[in-house]
Every structure is written in structure tokens, then in C-alpha cells.
């Protein structure tokens, strides 16, 4: 099959744009040949998530609530990192300001498109190791609740639809795979 874009962009405006995201609608013909419009979402920063894991395998989640799903929502320590910038530097810094967490390990397991459809935000996965513990600096839009727990258990939220965050669903399995595999 190939892989050349299908689509033809007629035309394209800017509907919205903030310090985050911008919007775009494009009037296009689409793969067919009829007309018609897409909106395009496209994230000024890398989504960032890290999955810190301690000797005894345990792990920390943060909750928080969610505005855009009106819920509260327990996920891995998340945020974002400027396109210009070393994601590991932004890794760093996230699991800091929402954990206190400091890690002498990183490794980069994932990176994955959270809604290709819509949107063409990158997220970028990390499990930290040697960890030590300091003081949460979280950001004044953020109200979090720290909780450590054996990883086992944050892979069983996952499995009971407790954890249903893209980014925490995808760092659980893998992380729960790569220790299958007695790959860390």
C-alpha cells in the first residue's frame, strides 16, 4: 500500500491559538475527492510522562483533576517540554516539581502519538531508577496527591480501568512487559 498523503489542502486558517496549542482548519479534499473541512490541534511542547521505579519495585502516581474530563484522574507524573529542548531535561524537571523525586537513572521506553487523529501531539515515556526523595514544587494550576505503591498494584489499576490516562496505560504495560522480560 502506499504511503503518499491522500489528502489535498485547498486552504488554511488559524482558528485559536495559545502558549500551548494552536488551531487549525483546513478545507481539503479528502481522499475520496469531496470537499470538506479538518481541524488540526498542534501542541507547542512534547507530553512528557515518567515512570519512577525503586529497587523494591515500587512506583509513585499522582492524582489530579481533570479539567477537560471534568473527572479525577491517577496517572504517572506528567507534563510538557518545549519542542526546543532535550526531553530528558524536561523528564527531569516534571518528575522534581510533581514528586520531589530525583533519579540517577533514565531510560527512554516509549514514544507514541496520544490522538493522531485530531492532533499531533508526541509523547515521550521514561522510566527513572535510583531514586531519592526531596520536596514537590508543583505548578500553581496543579493540585496533586502523591502515592507510592507497589508496582504491582498501579499494573492492576490499570487492568480494573482505574488508571485510563493514555500516557499512565501505555508506561504501566510497558513497564510491566520490559520487567517480564527481566530487561531492568
Do not use: C
Not at 84 to 99: N, Q, V
Amino acid at each position: 500500500m502506499e504511503e503518499n498523503n491522500p489528502w489535498t489542502i485547498l486552504e488554511s486558517r488559524k482558528v485559536y491559538e495559545n502558549n500551548w496549542i494552536g488551531l487549525t482548519e483546513h478545507q481539503v479534499l479528502n481522499p475520496s475527492g469531496g470537499k470538506g473541512i479538518y481541524g488540526e490541534v498542534h501542541f507547542k511542547n512534547y507530553a512528557i510522562g515518567i515512570l519512577p521505579l525503586d529497587e523494591e519495585l515500587n512506583t509513585w502516581l499522582v492524582g489530579q483533576y481533570r479539567f477537560p474530563m471534568k473527572a479525577y484522574s491517577w496517572e504517572i507524573p506528567e507534563g510538557g517540554g518545549p519542542l526546543d529542548a532535550d526531553p530528558l531535561d524536561s523528564a527531569k524537571r516534571e518528575l522534581a516539581e510533581e514528586t520531589g523525586i530525583i533519579a540517577t537513572e533514565w531510560e527512554e521506553i516509549q514514544r507514541m502519538h496520544l490522538s493522531n487523529s485530531v492532533s499531533d501531539e508526541l509523547a515521550i515515556i521514561y522510566i527513572a531508577r535510583g531514586l531519592s526523595m526531596g520536596e514537590a514544587e508543583p505548578e500553581e494550576t496543579e493540585q496533586l496527591q502523591l502515592r507510592k505503591l507497589p508496582f504491582k498494584a498501579a499494573y492492576q489499576m490499570v487492568l480494573n480501568g482505574e488508571i485510563t490516562d493514555s500516557m499512565s496505560v501505555a508506561a504501566i504495560l510497558k513497564t510491566n512487559i520490559i520487567l517480564q522480560e527481566n530487561q531492568i
